[in-house]
């Protein structure tokens, strides 16, 4: 850094000034001085006797005889001359020679920047850093002794051993990749809890076959079940970013808002579909508009965290499982679907008023309010509303791929076929295991971090770990759908065709969460949302629609997930 404090604007090409340094008593003048960079400090000069001690007519370096410096180069020695007492400079009396190395500035350099080029995947971030650090290349000529800050970051890079941090311990930590397989296990049974509602609730569908030779009222229910499901993942999307910013009570707030809208939307658009189809009847559409509020309330208590009370309220539905043997009658089945939406709602209720108003079964009594900060949602920090709308698209196009391996084979072949359910069931469990198949996805990618060294080594290893995950999940889907398909009434058998679009439906569906957990929701959500719509429009090519989009997906997670940037807590 010393020398740049020589050079001028625009005068590169200068010889800089010559700045003499003393010589080691001893040392005959013309013997070569020692290496560059060591540095030597000349002994002190000899106590005065109590009169001046003149200085040479050459001044005070070590020049040759009867030559003079010029005014600025003495001025400069005269700088550069140790004084007595300062550090470094022999004390009174001594008269040895020291000699010292002068510290490398890149080792400086590298134990400043030692947190941050430690957890670095590759040097362009290093080289990031120094940049944004003020470093020119100018500087770094001149203090490093490299070409450009793409060179000193690759050194830096080289002689740093790699120590990304690993994750936690799952009971450590909240993070959004920390989770115990009990607690995914749990979130896939209340995926598939509320399936019991529909079993009970049939009696309500009972009518003359609609359109496509579906049940009686089995459009208004789609329809309010697609807007539920498009709203209430934006809504998510939302209250998550919200959360994650540190304003619970704005989360609260715009729960409490869009989720009593998200339920009027679905009954509206599902009376709409109902006037659209055909009379239907009103017990068809009460059960729409439960299904739209119980949507909107499971909302609320899965973002907030709420699992085991979610789980509480469905526990009624469980009555429900006597009736795939048995006729019950159409008041108790009734009453068991009033029982849990009260419930359910009624958590809902309960968990967002006193989060309103900082009560205590929200953590916030007495708790001073967020300052609104550049960061705070009021304030913008929140994400555009155009920001969530990809994620409503993943969930319109997920959910309509898990409809359309139940109701496929009526779309394309008619009244005769029959309703797949245990096949939508069985993906609606396989939720858990597919979650905590993404956890371990990215633990073993961030220990690929830790241990590999070279980029080929970590994309191979990311790849097989792909591979195993995707495999596992696809595993303990097909042992759901087996064991339902075996236990369910009247079902239709699992044969080769039905298995496969069932398989390749599965690989969309995780692919699919595994790009979305890792930034790339656009081009899942347009993958997804593209597949649907040619499963609808053309019924009968939906075992290659699947495979199409199952293809794709898994050249994007290959090229996106290989690269260790994409790991970066």
Known sequence: MSGSLWLR???????????????????????????PHARRVAPEAPPATGRDTALPPYGRGDGPPGRRLPAGREAATSRCAPAHGAPGSPGPGSTRTSTALAPDPLDELAERLDALTAVAVHPDEIAAILESDGMTDD???????????????????????????????????????????????????????????????????????????LPAGTIPLLAGAVVGWVWNQTLSHRAYCRLGLGDRRAALRALAVGAPSGALAGTLVALAAALATGPVGLPAMAFAAGQSLYLAAATVLLVLGRERALLGALLPLAGGVPAFHHDLPHPLRTGLLLASLAATTACAVNVLGPGLRGGPKDGTAGAARPARTARSPRAGGAPPLAASLPYGLFGLGTGLLVLYTA??????????????????????????????????FRS??????????????????????LALCLGAYLACLLALASVGTLLWPDAPRLTGPR????????????????????????????????????????????????????????????????????HRS
């Not at 450009?148 to 959004?176: C, K, Q, T, V, W």
């Not at 971090?449 to 070279?454: C, D, I």
């Not at 019924?539 to 994409?566: D, E, I, K, S, Y």
């Open 139 to 213: 500087h770094i000529r001149l203090t490093y002794g490299r070409a450009d800050s793409f060179a000193l970051a690759e050194d830096l890079y080289a002689r740093l051993e790699r120590r990304h941090p690993g994750p936690e311990a799952a009971g450590e930590s909240g993070g959004p990749w920390h989770g115990e397989l009990a607690g995914c296990l749990l979130r896939g049974l209340l995926f598939a809890l509320p399936g019991l509602a529909y079993v009970l609730g049939a009696p309500l569908l009972a009518g003359p076959r609609g359109a496509h030779g």
């Open 9 to 35: 604007n625009g005068t590169m090409r200068d010889t800089l000034p010559y700045v003499p340094r003393p010589r080691p008593a001893g040392r005959p003048a013309g013997t070569p001085r020692g290496l």
């Open 407 to 440: 109701v496929g084979d009526v779309l394309a072949a008619g009244p005769a076929a029959a309703v797949a359910a245990p096949s939508a069931v069985a993906l609606t469990l396989s939720m858990g295991p597919a979650e905590w198949l993404l956890h371990r």
């Open 499 to 566: 298995l496969v679009s069932l398989l390749l439906v599965g690989v969309v569906l995780w692919l699919g969460l595994l790009l979305q957990a890792f930034g790339a929701v656009r081009a899942a959500a347009v993958v997804c949302a593209i597949a649907a719509a040619a499963q609808i429009l053309v019924p009968a090519a939906g075992p290659a629609v699947a495979g199409g989009a199952a293809a794709v997906l898994t050249v994007l997670a290959r090229v996106l997930l290989v690269r260790p940037t994409a």
């Open 444 to 465: 073993e990618s961030l220990a690929g971090l830790r241990t590999l060294t070279s980029a080929h080594a970590f994309a191979r290893a990311t790849t097989v770990t």
